[in-house]
């Protein structure tokens, strides 16, 4: 290989590693990748300069002193951080070491490897696109070093990344799948999620902007829910302590009993553990594979410690309330209230005592709540010490934070006894995929009161801003449009129907390429007659996949074989096609002399340069070491660039 094409393919590999690791930006220590790049551009600027390599010394304290820092940041080098972080480290030493062929190569073989870690971060259709781009950049980088000409080297990559991609689709789904998604791997740590956190605090924010991140996905089979029914729980807080509410977590072995007959609704939902609970629509009353209905309607995976996204299968019936036997200590337990916020609990008393039904006494509660006053806004005041007298009796405004704390703390001062359930309410129902999309901004707080032996919900927030509920989050933006408009501002009719076909897109890419999992796999496998997922019969569906594939392609490349010209053959008729074009009679079987002879014709210049082609062509073709590569490449420039004046015709 030529000094100068190593040179230039040295180049694209570099090229082709920024690429490649430019989205870990978003995922490491921002100092990590900077060091990489950093790297990456001292090996360019060699190459660039013509420069040896850095002293051994120089390369090792370069290199050990931003792993001694990585350490000392993330206190591990393994796992999906460090174990990324150190790699990108390494292969950014490994780059001021390369020297030879060989050493690129290897150089582009650990690029591969590295192409592959941002997807243990997130596995969107943006990052498959990125992917994609970042395996044509180092492809071709594969190519020029190859020695294949820069000019065709796109068009070569491009074909190689073409006829590998039937064989990529067999292997992904025939291989063996490990029991979870593609490209899980669990987090070091549980931080807080987007929407929902593992406490509430009402009071404690002060101006609340919604989010348009999407959480979860659901898609149900036949009719579809109101939006109103669309109450989608995920974690019980029942411990209050005056101005924080926390989740007990009780875990009592026994099951509850829906009221009514209603249908149950069957749907399917995509999502992530919140703090180790998963999103459904209450009340259930059966779950699928991989999760289990627990206490206090909550459900979770039947592998707890996996927070990966995972696709389960619930059946609801959107019911408001479900019986729950309660014995005498559960019922103190949820009564418990500390001696704060007297002023509440004062209002809560004075209606227990004029209302000594339960039932009545919690419609004498909502109807109270709904006579105060009270204002729902994304901009409320910060609310210190007694939190729940501030805001029903001072502010008066809040979100569904205050509500829910408000009207729970109320209940159980009335003798009722009541916990608050958080998760999302509603959602955007997307027409042409037919599924629901729920976003950050649906997260949402209600209570529920124990009465007359069953939990019944009471949503605070719709006694004083239905709209909430019956159109959803986006009906109360408005008032932060001035400060946030994007937020805020209802986007064009365009702009909606771009956001729906690319929920459309990520649904399909998390649904049929990310959620392919062993169970999918082993449905795919019983559909086609394979039986269980064995290794057997692993073999008969690789075989059979390869044989669609490689037997079109084998005859393709043996029919190509026979039709396809030699480079000496190209470079031939290319210049026949120049004479013609110069008006010269030239037959497909004239030979160089022939040639020679209808060239009498030309100008005296055009008859040099023809002469001298053909003698470089002839030397080539016959010599005894024949050409190289290079050789016929630079022939076929040189013919591409004759060009004879037309006979008759002076230049």
């Known amino acids: 290989m030529l000094a100068d094409e190593l040179r230039l393919a040295s180049f694209a590999v570099l090229a082709a590693l920024a690429l490649v690791a430019l989205p870990l930006f978003l995922h490491l220590p921002g100092w990590v990748p900077l060091v990489f790049a950093l790297l990456l551009a001292w090996r360019a600027t060699l190459v660039w300069q013509r420069q040896p390599l850095p002293r051994r010394l120089w390369l090792m304290l370069g290199l050990l002193l931003p792993i001694a820092a990585l350490w000392l940041n993330l206190r591990t080098l393994v796992g999906r951080e460090g174990g990324v972080a150190f790699l990108l480290l390494l292969v950014g030493g490994k780059a001021l070491e390369t020297a030879s062929l060989r050493d690129w190569r290897v150089l582009l073989a650990l690029g591969?490897?590295?192409?592959?870690?941002?997807?243990?971060?997130?596995?969107?259709?943006?990052?498959?696109?990125?992917?994609?781009?970042?395996?044509?950049?180092l492809t071709w980088a594969m190519v020029l070093l190859s020695g294949e000409d820069a000019r065709l080297s796109p068009a070569v990559t491009a074909r190689a990344l073409l006829l590998s991609f039937p064989l990529m689709v067999v292997l992904f789904v025939v291989m063996p799948r490990l029991p979870g998604p593609l490209w899980s791997m669990p987090t070091e740590q549980q931080g807080?999620?987007?929407?929902?956190?593992?406490?509430m605090s009402p009071g404690a924010i002060g101006k609340m902007i919604p989010s348009r991140e999407p959480v979860f996905t659901a898609e149900f089979r036949?009719?579809?829910?109101?939006?109103?029914?669309?109450?989608?729980?995920?974690?019980?807080?029942?411990?209050?302590?005056?101005?924080?509410?926390?989740?007990?977590?009780?875990?009592?072995?026994?099951?509850?009993a829906l009221s009514g007959e209603a249908q149950p609704l069957r749907y399917d939902v995509v999502a992530e553990p919140f703090q180790g609970y998963l999103p459904m629509l209450e009340q259930g009353v059966e779950a699928g594979e991989g999760v289990v209905l627990g206490y206090q309607q909550k459900l979770r995976r039947v592998d707890a410690a996996n927070t990966a996204r995972l696709r389960y299968s619930v059946q609801s019936v959107a019911s408001s309330q479900y019986r729950d036997a309660l014995d005498e200590r559960e019922q103190a337990f949820y009564l418990q209230l500390p001696a704060d916020n007297p002023r509440t609990i004062q209002a809560g008393q004075?209606?227990?005592?004029?209302?000594?039904?339960?039932?009545?006494?919690?419609?004498?509660?909502?109807?109270?709540?709904?006579?105060?006053?009270?204002?729902?806004?994304?901009?409320?005041?910060?609310?210190?010490?007694?939190?729940?007298?501030?805001?029903?009796f001072d502010s008066r405004q809040g979100f569904c934070e205050h509500f829910s704390s408000a009207f729970t703390v109320l209940a159980r001062a009335a003798g009722l006894p009541a916990r608050v359930v958080v998760g999302f309410q509603g959602g955007e129902f997307n027409t042409q995929g037919r599924f629901w999309q729920i976003r950050s901004s649906d997260a949402h707080a209600w209570s529920e009161?124990?009465?007359?032996?069953?939990?019944?919900?009471?949503?605070?927030?719709?006694?004083?801003?239905?709209?909430?509920?019956?159109?959803?989050?986006?009906?109360?933006?408005?008032?932060?449009?001035?400060?946030?408009?994007?937020?805020?501002?209802?986007?064009?009719?365009?702009?909606?129907?771009?956001?729906?076909q690319w929920q459309l897109a990520n649904f399909s890419w998390q649904r049929w390429v990310v959620g392919y999992d062993a169970a999918s796999q082993q449905k795919l496998f019983q559909q086609l007659g394979l039986g269980e997922v064995s290794a057997a019969n692993v073999v008969k569906a690789l075989l059979g996949g390869m044989a669609l594939v490689l037997l079109p392609l084998a005859a393709y490349v043996l029919y190509g074989r026979r039709v396809r010209r030699s480079v000496a053959q190209q470079v031939w008729q290319a210049l026949g096609q120049r004479l013609r074009g110069a008006g010269l009679a030239i037959a497909p079987g004239d030979t160089a002399a022939e040639l020679q002879a209808h060239a009498a014709r030309l100008a005296e210049d055009d008859q040099q340069a023809l002469a001298a082609l053909l003698q470089q062509w002839q030397r080539l073709q016959y010599g005894p070491q024949g050409g190289d590569d290079a050789a016929w490449r630079h022939l076929w420039r040189q013919v591409r660039a004759f060009r004879p004046a037309k006979v008759g015709r002076q230049r």
Do not use: C, K
Not at 192 to 199: K, M, N, P, Q, W
């Open 222 to 256: 036949g009719s579809q829910p109101r939006v109103s029914q669309l109450y989608w729980r995920v974690m019980v807080f029942d411990q209050f302590d005056g101005t924080r509410w926390t989740a007990a977590n009780l875990a009592l072995p026994r099951g509850v």
């Open 112 to 137: 591969f490897f590295l192409a592959a870690t941002p997807l243990l971060f997130d596995q969107s259709p943006l990052s498959a696109i990125w992917l994609l781009l970042s395996l044509f950049a």
């Open 192 to 199: 807080a999620t987007t929407g929902l956190a593992d406490s």
């Open 350 to 392: 004075a209606l227990a005592g004029r209302h000594p039904l339960p039932a009545a006494r919690l419609q004498a509660l909502q109807l109270w709540l709904a006579e105060q006053g009270l204002r729902y806004t994304l901009n409320p005041p910060t609310l210190a010490g007694n939190v729940v007298d501030g805001f029903l």
């Open 449 to 500: 009161v124990w009465v007359d032996g069953s939990w019944r919900r009471v949503d605070a927030t719709a006694l004083v801003a239905p709209q909430r509920v019956d159109a959803g989050i986006d009906s109360t933006l408005g008032e932060v449009a001035p400060r946030m408009p994007l937020v805020g501002g209802r986007p064009p009719g365009w702009a909606q129907w771009v956001g729906q």
